[in-house]
């Protein structure tokens, strides 16, 4: 990860037309996945570091890079989160239902106690 996060803020560094055609490249195709998976990923690893017992170096110094590098991407933590909530009414909130991530095309149920959203019994329970 540390090397994709040198690369891309050495290209960036360049002054406008000194970057390759394929750096160039490169690098919007580094956007563009960032823009589709960067802040799942933040959320999933943000999740996995509250289910651990202690404090691991590994999960903080990680999540310090991929903020970074989505950041230096483009990718915006609040404004991400503000989106993700905005459509999370459409979305189960289980992360291993397939209407995790696309919306499910019909009405969710919402839990009275805690207010997440679920599409079905099984997600409801889980």
């Not at 490249?25 to 570091?49: F, I, P, T, V």
């Not at 170096?57 to 999540?63: A, I, L, Q, S, Y």
């Not at 991400?80 to 999370?88: I, K």
Request: aromatic letters at 10%; proline letters at 2%.
């Amino acid at each position: 990860m540390q090397v994709y996060y040198d690369w891309a803020k050495k290209i960036k560094e360049k002054a406008p037309g000194i970057a390759s055609a394929l750096e160039t490249d490169l690098l919007a195709g580094m956007r563009r996945g960032a823009q589709e998976h960067w802040w799942h990923s933040l959320r999933a690893l943000n999740a996995a570091k509250r289910r651990c017992e202690t404090r691991n170096e590994d999960f903080v110094r990680f999540g310090t890079l991929w903020k970074g590098f989505g950041a230096l991407l483009g990718c915006d933590a609040k404004r991400e989160r503000e989106r993700d909530a905005s459509e999370a009414a459409g979305r189960c909130t289980r992360l291993e239902c397939e209407y995790h991530r696309k919306p499910t095309g019909k009405q969710l149920s919402r839990c009275k106690g805690c207010g997440v959203y679920y599409c079905s019994r099984e997600c409801q329970v889980a």
